[in-house]
């Protein structure tokens, strides 16, 4: 089976210009969670998605979005891009939202702002 | 309370020896505590993990330890081998609430095995 799939892989964007990322989780995952990772810290939580509803959401400001579809499938939108936003964009894939099901992560999205 | 502090930063380890990383945690609300190695320009990859019902969890060279009452928990990697030089994070999941299912990580431990 394939894993956690993301896209891009490398993306390089302006101060002020909007990003989307995108996020296949793995066959009959249903939630989706995404992740920042800052070079040299552990990934911070941003959202939970399950059933195409936000489950929950981290300490990150609203320009961060996010939303599922119904294949459950992902993208995470960031407006307004800061140079602080540089980071590893990382997605999560689990059965459910229950912290009994392991998370599977992706290869990630490497964000450069300039 | 959401933090789980992971120690040490940096490890160096000659091949066969064990490598052992630690980490912390404060709320008791936690009920879900995985490893995971990550190579450089890679995801995180899912080790091993462990529920507070139990102190111990092997699962070939890789053993947590877990003691519920000190709030610790511990990754043992026996016989260490080069290709286990990584960078390895524990985290903590807790049940209900707006955190349910979300994961809270450590810092991080940077393994070096020298062969």
């Known amino acids: 089976d394939a894993g956690v799939t993301q896209s891009p892989t490398h993306l390089i964007k302006t101060r002020g210009q909007h990003v989307t990322l995108r996020c296949s989780p793995i066959s009959g995952h249903k939630s989706v969670s995404w992740y920042q990772q800052v070079l040299g810290q552990g990934p911070q939580f941003i959202f939970q998605y399950y059933e195409k509803e936000e489950r929950g959401r981290g300490n990150f400001p609203d320009r961060f979005s996010a939303r599922q579809f119904p294949n459950y499938s992902s993208e995470l939108n960031v407006n307004a891009l800061l140079l602080g936003d540089s980071a590893l964009y990382l997605c999560?894939?689990?059965?459910?939202?229950?912290?009994?099901?392991?998370?599977?992560f992706g290869p990630g999205t490497r964000l450069t702002v300039t | 309370q959401q933090q789980v502090k992971q120690s040490p930063q940096s490890l160096i380890v000659q091949k066969g020896g064990i490598s052992i990383i630690n980490c912390a945690y404060e709320?008791?609300?936690?009920?879900?505590f995985p490893w995971y190695q990550q190579f450089p320009g890679k995801g995180p990859a899912l080790l091993i993990a462990i529920r507070p019902d139990v102190s111990e969890k092997k699962e070939g060279r890789f053993t947590i330890s877990f003691n519920k009452s000190a709030k610790q928990f511990s990754l043992h990697i026996m016989d260490s081998q080069p290709g286990d030089s990584a960078t390895y994070f524990c985290?903590?999941?807790?049940?209900?609430?707006?955190?349910?299912?979300?994961?809270?990580f450590g810092q991080g431990t940077i393994l070096t095995v020298h062969p």
């Open positions: 999560a894939s689990s059965l459910a939202r229950s912290s009994s099901y392991e998370q599977y």
């Open positions: 709320n008791t609300a936690f009920d879900y």
């Open positions: 985290a903590a999941s807790i049940a209900g609430g707006t955190s349910y299912g979300k994961l809270t």
